[in-house]
């Protein structure tokens, strides 16, 4: 009998029967992006529907389409190099927080500039789908230049910083947020949820011959939309409004030169939405390798830089980025024909208008609780994949999400004005609360792992290379890249602060410097192992 070494690799196969449920919920995943920036540009800011559904959407879901073929690609030739048949593909699509920054805090706002400006609603409307595809090609493009300092970076961040700000990600807002939606419809929300935790979680079949997750979607959407009818749903219940699906292909266009010198004004926000997404690259690459797929870092990122510029040229508003639940996919069971399926629904669907008409009527309580499981999952092997004394550093990581999701809420709570007011108003008692809390969020996912790679070194005993990590949030702080005094998060030069954000500014770098300094004497004394708290 051969060797097991001397036979030739087995062949992955194109579809296994994990794959629909990796389908379904990587589909989801998507759909729900989609359907925040539908909801933000058609209801917050009066965006005629007609340019997101039929110029912006298409071009949005080519990419998805390009960059989950690539990833697929990539799925296949890893398995065949390495024999394993159980390789999971990178999953792929549309990046939650900068896709609501895009909407919000760009895309909106640049829509009422527009037609402040004289310019008709569907003018304006124009104007601004062409400063979105110009965005998008400048984020790619930065993208593209930094992919190749990717494994550095890999290199240089223990697996705790790396995994650790992801896991706070998850658990914050791929968790809380879409908790908080799901329940706003509560029977809908929690009987969808209850079941996708049966099915993937507790690992339990359901008596039906269909894949689990599709079984949770029908049956959730059956009481939305049946509760609903005879009064008994969630409060304010009405039927979406429908624009009619058109088919549009999404041609290369080269009307992102037009939107160019709009992009300026916003290039402190754009460039650190471009380089958060190279750092969360970074990081579903090290949680992909953690699960077992050992993809080159560098290859992740370009697929992930070439997807983004695709978009961008062909009238995509959203950029794409590698999803940080690939291990929760391959614990689906899902290999390589997931993304495939994905990609061909999402890019052909936003060509023949099918994504636009499921965005419009699939509710969000039945597409949150997907997420919600993909966040559970990715917590847990955030700590499973990491050594258990690094548990507690990882866990610090998890706090500057917190501060970005108050942060982000706090407009929907709390009046401009007063918002205004709570920044600049001292107490005595220190900085305002809550512009502590503003700059903490902003650069949250580099904080988190700055701060969980310093408390690593600690733990470790190499105080001088902890002391080196703090040295980098002090000189990233002073620009802005994190804790930017900002509101919108946006990027700065030191000289250019003025007032209560100069001080703001100022002390966190000295907080940092302080530490460091701390770290550097401390590295001194000879070593002497305490009792770590107990």
Same mark, same amino acid.
């Given at each position: 009998?051969?060797?097991?070494?001397?036979?030739?690799?087995?062949?992955?196969?194109?579809?296994?029967?994990?794959?629909?449920?990796?389908?379904?919920?990587?589909?989801?995943?998507?759909?729900?992006?989609?359907?925040?920036?539908?909801?933000?540009?058609?209801?917050?800011?009066?965006?005629?529907?007609?340019?997101?559904?039929?110029?912006?959407?298409?071009?949005?879901?080519?990419?998805?389409?390009?960059?989950?073929?690539?990833?697929?690609?990539?799925?296949?030739?890893?398995?065949?190099?390495?024999?394993?048949?159980?390789?999971?593909?990178?999953?792929?699509?549309?990046?939650?927080?900068?896709?609501?920054?895009?909407?919000?805090?760009?895309?909106?706002?640049?829509?009422?500039?527009?037609?402040?400006?004289?310019?008709?609603?569907?003018?304006?409307?124009?104007?601004?789908?062409?400063?979105?595809?110009?965005?998008?090609?400048?984020?790619?493009?930065?993208?593209?230049?930094?992919?190749?300092?990717?494994?550095?970076?890999?290199?240089?961040?223990?697996?705790?910083?790396?995994?650790? &700000?992801?896991?706070?990600?998850?658990?914050?807002?791929?968790?809380?947020?879409?908790?908080?939606?799901?329940?706003?419809?509560?029977? *809908?929300?929690?009987?969808?949820?209850?079941?996708?935790?049966?099915?993937?979680?507790?690992?339990?079949?359901?008596?039906?011959?269909?894949?689990? *997750?599709?079984?949770?979607?029908?049956?959730?959407?059956?009481?939305?939309?049946?509760?609903?009818?005879?009064?008994?749903?969630?409060?304010?219940?009405?039927?979406?409004?429908?624009?009619?699906?058109?088919?549009?292909?999404?041609?290369?266009?080269?009307?992102?030169?037009?939107?160019?010198?709009?992009?300026?004004?916003?290039?402190?926000?754009?460039?650190?939405?471009?380089?958060?997404?190279?750092?969360?690259? $970074?990081?579903?690459?090290?949680?992909?390798?953690?699960?077992?797929?050992?993809?080159?870092?560098?290859? $992740?990122?370009?697929?992930?830089?070439?997807?983004?510029?695709?978009?961008?040229?062909?009238?995509?508003?959203?950029?794409?980025?590698?999803?940080?639940?690939?291990?929760?996919?391959?614990?689906?069971?899902?290999?390589?024909?997931?993304?495939?399926?994905?990609?061909?629904?999402?890019? $052909?669907?936003?060509?023949?208008?099918?994504?636009?008409?499921?965005?419009?009527?699939?509710?969000?309580?039945?597409?949150?609780?997907?997420?919600?499981?993909?966040?559970?999952?990715?917590?847990?092997?955030?700590?499973?994949?990491?050594?258990?004394?690094?548990?507690?550093?990882?866990?610090?990581?998890?706090?500057?999400? *917190?501060?970005?999701?108050?942060?982000?809420?706090?407009?929907?709570?709390?009046?401009?004005?007063?918002?205004?007011?709570?920044?600049?108003?001292?107490?005595?008692?220190?900085?305002?609360?809550?512009?502590?809390?503003?700059?903490?969020?902003?650069?949250? $996912?580099?904080?988190?792992?700055?701060?969980?790679?310093?408390?690593?070194?600690?733990?470790?005993?190499?105080?001088?290379?902890?002391?080196?990590?703090?040295? *980098?949030?002090?000189?990233?702080?002073?620009?802005?890249?994190?804790? &930017?005094?900002?509101?919108?998060?946006?990027?700065?030069?030191?000289?250019?602060?003025?007032?209560?954000?100069?001080?703001?500014?100022?002390?966190?770098?000295?907080?940092?410097?302080?530490?460091?300094?701390?770290?550097?004497?401390?590295?001194?004394?000879?070593?002497?192992?305490?009792?770590?708290?107990?």
């Amino acid at each position: 009998m051969p060797s097991p070494s001397s036979q030739s690799p087995e062949r992955p196969r194109w579809f296994v029967a994990g794959d629909l449920n990796g389908f379904f919920g990587l589909v989801v995943d998507n759909l729900s992006i989609l359907g925040f920036i539908a909801m933000a540009l058609v209801g917050m800011f009066q965006f005629p529907a007609e340019v997101v559904f039929g110029r912006m959407f298409p071009g949005t879901a080519f990419g998805v389409l390009v960059g989950n073929l690539l990833y697929t690609l990539m799925a296949r030739r890893l398995a065949q190099r390495t024999g394993r048949a159980d390789v999971t593909a990178m999953p792929l699509g549309l990046d939650a927080p900068t896709s609501i920054g895009m909407a919000l805090l760009v895309l909106g706002p640049a829509f009422l500039g527009f037609k402040a400006q004289g310019l008709d609603p569907q003018a304006a409307a124009v104007a601004t789908w062409k400063l979105g595809m110009a965005s998008l090609m400048v984020m790619g493009l930065l993208k593209l230049v930094l992919s190749f300092f990717g494994e550095a970076v890999t290199r240089a961040l223990p697996r705790a910083s790396l995994l650790g &700000s992801i896991a706070g990600i998850a658990l914050v807002l791929m968790g809380f947020l879409p908790l908080v939606e799901a329940l706003r419809s509560p029977i *809908v929300g929690l009987v969808t949820l209850g079941l996708l935790l049966y099915v993937l979680i507790a690992g339990q079949r359901l008596p039906i011959p269909l894949p689990g *997750v599709l079984v949770a979607f029908i049956v959730g959407t059956v009481l939305y939309y049946g509760l609903g009818s005879i009064g008994l749903g969630a409060p304010g219940f009405t039927l979406p409004a429908w624009t009619p699906p058109q088919v549009v292909l999404p041609l290369p266009t080269l009307g992102f030169i037009d939107g160019l010198p709009s992009t300026v004004p916003y290039l402190p926000l754009l460039l650190p939405f471009g380089l958060l997404m190279v750092v969360g690259g $970074i990081n579903v690459s090290e949680s992909a390798r953690a699960a077992g797929d050992d993809y080159r870092t560098r290859d $992740i990122l370009l697929v992930e830089a070439f997807a983004t510029l695709v978009a961008g040229l062909c009238g995509g508003v959203a950029q794409t980025t590698p999803y940080i639940g690939q291990p929760a996919y391959k614990h689906m069971g899902a290999r390589s024909g997931y993304t495939l399926l994905t990609g061909v629904f999402i890019g $052909i669907g936003g060509m023949l208008g099918i994504v636009s008409g499921l965005v419009q009527w699939l509710p969000m309580a039945v597409l949150a609780p997907i997420i919600v499981y993909v966040a559970i999952d990715i917590t847990t092997q955030a700590f499973q994949a990491t050594p258990q004394k690094h548990a507690g550093a990882m866990v610090l990581g998890f706090l500057p999400s *917190v501060a970005y999701l108050l942060a982000i809420k706090a407009p929907g709570w709390i009046a401009p004005e007063q918002m205004a007011a709570m920044r600049t108003t001292l107490d005595g008692h220190g900085l305002p609360e809550l512009a502590v809390i503003l700059a903490l969020g902003n650069g949250f $996912i580099i904080t988190a792992m700055l701060w969980t790679a310093a408390v690593v070194a600690m733990v470790d005993g190499r105080l001088l290379r902890g002391a080196g990590f703090l040295l *980098v949030a002090a000189l990233l702080t002073l620009f802005g890249l994190i804790h &930017s005094v900002d509101p919108r998060g946006g990027v700065y030069l030191p000289w250019q602060l003025e007032g209560l954000a100069r001080t703001i500014s100022w002390q966190f770098v000295g907080a940092y410097l302080a530490l460091a300094a701390l770290m550097a004497a401390l590295s001194l004394l000879p070593v002497r192992k305490g009792a770590a708290g107990h």
